[in-house]
């Protein structure tokens, strides 16, 4: 007998940390990957278009266009994951529309790998202040952008009516 309820009755599953579905077969688990890929293919092209047309309006002496990118994708993401979380979100969204845009959209939206290869590039260069601006910037902006996201999303669940 279980003691987590009355008796004859089992206590229910614990709660899943993850909003990854369990698999029951290599069929649905092959759609999941085709929707992050999808995902991450359209992230892709955000990414090329809106860091191009940052470094054609602002220039290049300073990787605005990876900082835009990387701010506006955490942003993003927060909204996203406050908007659609299972316990308090406004919008519902299956696991596999939640995997489709924070880990294919996003991921290949937000460009770390670019943050990191181009302040190493403007260490090894010497411009020590461009490379700590960098850094600084992307990480506090950054922070900031996903919780403004998250603070945007729960006043938008909280919002009564639509």
């Known amino acids: 007998m ?10 229910p599953p614990p709660r ?16 999941l990957y085709l929707w992050v890929t ?22 290049e002496t300073f990787p605005w266009g990876t900082l835009l990118v990387n701010v506006s994708g955490c942003f993003l993401i927060g909204f996203f994951a406050a908007l659609t979380d299972p316990a308090e979100g406004r919008l519902l969204a299956g696991p596999t529309a939640r995997q489709f845009f924070m880990t294919g959209l996003c991921g290949g939206y ?5 943050f990191g290869l181009q302040t190493l590039n403007l260490v090894r ?14 990480v ?19 919002w009564k009516g639509a």
Do not use: E, H, K, Y
Not at 2 to 11: E, F, H, L, N
Not at 146 to 156: D, K, N, P, T
């Open 38 to 59: 999808f995902g991450g293919a359209l992230g892709t092209a955000a990414r090329f278009l809106v860091s191009g047309w940052a470094a054609g309006r602002i220039g």
């Open 110 to 114: 937000t460009t770390f790998s670019s």
């Open 16 to 31: 899943r940390a993850l909003m990854i579905p369990a698999p029951t077969s290599f069929r649905i688990m092959m759609r």
């Open 125 to 138: 260069d010497g411009d020590w202040l461009r490379a700590g601006g960098n850094v600084t910037g992307s």
């Open 140 to 158: 506090a902006t950054c922070l900031l952008a996903v919780w403004l996201g998250q603070l945007a999303a729960s006043c938008l669940n909280q």
């Open 2 to 11: 279980d003691s987590a309820g009355p008796p004859g009755q089992t206590a």
